[in-house]
């Protein structure tokens, strides 16, 4: 997950976060104290009318998701070049990556169900926001829209009726799958013979770029007023539910961590060993400095530099190889995003109490490839595409505006290691296309393991 650099003096995102958490859960004990002795409940009254700015937030997070997704797809077909065969071998490997990743979110979620221990908590929430007006409930829209086991009536929810309709209803497959129309579109015409032609083209790639810039600039507006609303929604609900409301915060973060570390070492490693022919072990500690960077800026984009040094000085990669599945696949490598919102949107059905079927988790594991591929590079990409994939999985709005803030005091740890999954993941790939290309690597593995150039 790409994360903006924090100007100097300036806190961290996460660390204001944990203030507003903390200053929220203080004055929320402080007011049920009060408002024992308020047999009117003006305490109270007061307390709900000022939830809403924290709802807001998350709102404009989730309207601006979409366009933000349509450019950066377009613009990556605009700017990149793949040769056809070695673009083959990195969709072929980053696909199947994404699909483990999925199967572990999902797989880690169904055996523990830990969302069931967050039932009470969320159905009160939803309850609360939708007698108070501050959001509409969704429920006829997402049971209109459920999934079903037939693909040409999940192709026809998929293809919009017109190029608004996707982004009126924040669907982000639909989003990713006109992107992609527009981008291959952009790249064939591009070839035209035609000199007006090839000036519409770059002005549009240009419209992409610039698209992309100020979109990422108006998020990152947006993202710093995040800690805003972690603390209207944090107030209001511990006021009404007591701190109970992150009993199931733990539990959540432990399953998230461990599909995270098997998909990491479990599934990375075997990839090293069983298809590159390396040792696991002397992998792992020649990308140990980009997996520390990563952990310690929580950004796979920021840590780019530090993954191309590990990949060629450390691990001996060819720098062909390196660049494609570090700059290139970076747009594809989001294994870490896939698979956390996967688990978030299964714990949350499950804390509403609803049994998704084998159509429906089928939706939220499309929804959250999609989102892992259209959002790259794009600050906390994991919280802006969170809202969107809760949606597929038929999650009513009045749910989705009010737990993103409530995961938000242990996004900080989830999103480190999201980040470092996805570097990982970029550089197994790097290791598999070298090996592919049948290119043996320029480090040997000293004795004990360890890499000696």
Known sequence: MASSETPPGKLPLYVRNLLAVALAVALAVLARRLGAADERGDLRHAIDAASPLGLLVIRLLKALAGPLILCAVVDAFARTEIPPRQAARLFGLSTLNALVALALGLGVAHVFRAGRLWSATLRE???????????????????????????????????????????????????????????????????????????????????????????????????????????????????????????????????????????????????????????????????????????????????????????????????????????????????????????????????????????????????????????????EAGLITLPLVLAAAGVPDTVCLVVVPLLLPIDWVLGRCRAATNVLSDMTVAVLLDRFEGLPPSAREGPTGTVVV
């Open 125 to 379: 929430a939803q309850a609360h926001a939708t007698r108070a007006g501050h959001v509409h409930a969704a429920a006829s829209n997402a049971a209109e829209a459920a999934p079903t086991l037939s693909p040409l009536a999940n192709l026809q929810r998929y293809v919009p009726e017109n190029v608004v309709e996707p982004f009126a209803k924040n669907n982000v497959i639909s989003i990713v799958l006109l992107a992609v129309l527009l981008g291959a579109s952009l790249r064939a015409a591009r070839r035209s013979q035609d000199p007006s032609v090839r000036e519409a083209v770059r002005l549009l790639a240009s419209l992409a770029h610039g698209g992309l810039a100020v979109c990422s600039r108006a998020l990152g507006y947006v993202v710093e007023l995040i800690p805003v609303a972690v603390f209207a929604v944090v107030l209001g609900v511990v006021v009404r539910s007591g701190l109970g409301v992150f009993r199931a915060l733990g539990p959540f973060l432990a399953i998230v961590l461990l599909g995270l570390g098997l998909q990491a070492f479990v599934w990375y490693g075997l990839l090293v060993r069983v298809v590159g022919g390396r040792s696991p072990r002397a992998f792992f500690a020649g990308a140990m400095d980009a997996v520390v960077t990563a952990l310690s800026c929580s950004s796979s984009l920021a840590t780019l530099p530090v993954t191309l040094r590990c990949l060629q000085d450390r691990l001996g990669v060819s720098a062909a190889s390196s660049r494609l599945a570090a700059c290139v696949g970076t747009n594809l490598n989001h294994d870490g995003i896939i698979l956390y919102e996967a688990t978030a949107a299964l714990f949350v059905s499950q804390a509403l109490g609803t049994r998704l079927d084998l159509g429906q988790q089928a939706s939220v594991a499309l929804a959250s490839v999609m989102a892992g591929v259209g959002i790259a590079g794009v600050p």
